[in-house]
């Protein structure tokens, strides 16, 4: 039986869900699953940009993986709070590792090793986050 409505038994709550998406999608590698962990329409806001739709999303996901391809997004913290029955709000800080090895965003390669946080706030619905604020 799932968690909450909507959402596959593999869960057993929402700071699994949340957890594990990020892990299927960054740590396995498993861009292919954007398009079911993450709505149709989705909205992703950061301050570097505003990105609409899955597609959208797999393409930023990834020109990241190119610049940075040993990235690592392990979770360290969720807080949620229930919105509906279907529905819940998550707030998730993960610490990222990547070495700046290919050319993009971030100009040239560097061969850096960068350290920092990310906090993504999100609204999941439907086995989906459908609406995400990220901070880097």
Request: one cysteine or more; aromatic letters at 10%; a negative charge.
């Amino acid at each position: 039986m799932p968690f909450r409505p909507g959402f596959d038994d593999r869960w057993s709550g929402e700071a699994e869900f949340i957890l594990g998406i990020t892990r299927d999608i960054w740590e396995d590698r498993g861009i292919h699953t954007l398009k079911q962990y993450y709505g149709t329409d989705l909205v992703v806001r950061s301050p570097a940009s505003v990105v609409k739709g899955n597609n959208g999303i797999i393409a930023a996901t990834l020109a990241t993986l190119a610049e940075f391809p040993d990235r690592e997004l392990p979770g360290e913290d969720v807080i949620w709070s229930e919105v509906s029955p279907t529905a819940f709000l998550s707030s998730h800080r993960l610490l990222c590792t990547a070495t700046h090895t290919g050319p993009g965003m971030y100009g040239a390669p560097t061969g850096r090793r960068l350290e920092y946080r990310i906090i993504a706030d999100c609204y999941c619905e439907g086995n989906a986050v459908t609406d995400e604020w990220l901070v880097r």
